[in-house]
C-alpha cells in the first residue's frame, strides 16, 4: 500500500495542470431578545484542488479540503478522487465523493451562496451533524452524460455503506446508488 501511495504521489508531482480553487462564507446573524442585537460568524473555508495527471487530461486528480469551527477547528475531507474520463458518456471515478443521489447534493454541497434555500435542507444535513442519507461516499461511480439529443446523463454507484468511517469500511455492507437525469431543454436565443 504504501508504495502506490509513493507512486500516486510521484504522479501528482509531475501532473499537467493544477488547478487550486477555493471559497469561504461569511454569516451576519441577528440574536438576542427582538432579535437587534448583530453577530458575525465565519463559516466553512473550502479549498479544492483538480490536477490534471496526463497530457490529455483524461486522468485528474480532485481534493476538497474544508476548515471549519465545531467545538473547535477541524479540518474534514471532503472529496479525494481520482477520475478517467474516457467520453461524455463513459467516465470512472474512485475515492471519496459527493454521493450523485440527487443535483442538490451535487450542485450545492458547500455552496451556501448558491444554495436555493437560506439553510441546507434537514434531508441533505452532512452525516456528521445527523443527516438522514449519505451525502459522501468512498468507493467508484461510473458516469455519463449528454447521450442522445434528450441529453441523459447518469451516475451509478457502489461504497461502503452507511456507517462506514471516513478511512475504513465497518462492514459487509455496500451501498448502491443510481441517478439518471436528462438536460434536454435547449437554450433558446
Given at each position: 500500500m504504501k508504495i502506490i501511495l509513493l507512486l500516486f504521489m510521484t504522479i501528482l508531482g509531475i501532473a499537467q495542470e493544477k488547478i487550486v480553487n477555493g471559497f469561504v462564507d461569511f454569516n451576519v446573524i441577528k440574536s438576542g431578545v427582538g432579535e437587534k442585537e448583530i453577530s458575525y460568524r465565519l463559516g466553512q473555508?473550502?479549498?479544492?484542488?483538480?490536477?490534471?495527471?496526463?497530457?490529455?487530461?483524461?486522468?485528474k486528480f480532485l481534493s476538497e479540503i474544508v476548515n471549519?469551527?465545531?467545538?473547535?477547528?477541524?479540518?474534514?475531507v471532503e472529496r479525494?478522487?481520482?477520475s478517467y474520463h474516457h467520453s461524455d458518456a463513459l467516465q470512472?471515478?474512485?475515492?471519496?465523493?459527493h454521493t450523485p443521489i440527487v443535483f442538490w447534493n451535487t450542485a450545492y454541497h458547500h455552496?451556501?451562496?448558491?444554495?436555493?434555500?437560506?439553510?441546507?435542507?434537514?434531508?441533505w444535513k452532512f452525516e456528521?451533524?445527523?443527516?438522514?442519507?449519505?451525502?459522501?461516499?468512498?468507493?467508484?461511480?461510473?458516469?455519463?452524460?449528454?447521450?442522445?439529443?434528450?441529453?441523459?446523463?447518469?451516475?451509478?454507484?457502489?461504497g461502503n455503506g452507511i456507517g462506514s468511517a471516513p478511512t475504513a469500511d465497518n462492514d459487509k455492507n455496500k451501498s448502491i446508488s443510481v441517478y439518471v437525469f436528462s438536460h434536454a431543454i435547449k437554450n433558446v436565443k
Open positions: 473555508y473550502d479549498l479544492y484542488t483538480i490536477m490534471d495527471l496526463d497530457e490529455n487530461g483524461d486522468w471549519e469551527y465545531d467545538d473547535g477547528w477541524i479540518l474534514d479525494v478522487h481520482v470512472f471515478n474512485v475515492g471519496k465523493y455552496g451556501a451562496l448558491l444554495q436555493t434555500t437560506r439553510i441546507r435542507p434537514m434531508v456528521d451533524e445527523g443527516g438522514l442519507l449519505p451525502v459522501h461516499t468512498m468507493g467508484a461511480i461510473v458516469s455519463g452524460e449528454n447521450i442522445s439529443d434528450f441529453k441523459i446523463g447518469y451516475n451509478i454507484g457502489l
